[in-house]
Nanobody, 124 residues
Framework: QVQLVESGGGLVQAGGSQRLSCAAS????????MAWFRQAPGKEREFVAA????????TYVDPMQGRFTISRDNAKNTMYLQMNSLTSEDTAVYYC?????????????????WGQGTWVTVSS
């Protein structure tokens, strides 16, 4: 049974930082393209960042470029999202996702496994 479990969410002040983790089990982690998505209240789920199987290639949506860093540790079956300079616009549920595609995808339809999400609330 495949499980993706996010952690590290919580309340953070504007301008602060937060590090999210996604622990994977039940799959060969290094064979999957991994990504972070987020969904703010009343909005659709949106792509945040993706990382290739070995971590060599990273892809970000423009507003996160330079503020967020995606990484992975295949030995620990874990992916991370370091978020800096947070604003209230970053308040959302953050989801990790795993896909079998060979290149980065910003479409949620290309990811086959999903975590339950972790809330990040940025107070202004």
């Amino acid at each position: 049974q495949v499980q993706l479990v996010e952690s590290g969410g919580g309340l953070v002040q504007a301008g602060g930082s937060q590090r999210l983790s996604c622990a994977a089990s039940g799959l060969t982690f290094g064979m999957y393209y991994m990504a972070w998505f987020r969904q703010a209240p009343g909005k659709e789920r949106e792509f945040v960042a993706a990382i290739s199987r070995r971590g060599a290639v990273t892809t970000y949506v423009d507003p996160m470029q330079g503020r967020f860093t995606i990484s992975r540790d295949n030995a620990k079956n874990t992916m991370y999202l370091q978020m800096n300079s947070l604003t209230s616009e970053d308040t959302a549920v953050y989801y990790c996702a795993a896909g079998t595609q060979l290149t980065a995808s910003r479409s949620s339809r290309d990811y086959v496994y999903w975590g339950q999400g972790t809330w990040v609330t940025v107070s202004s």
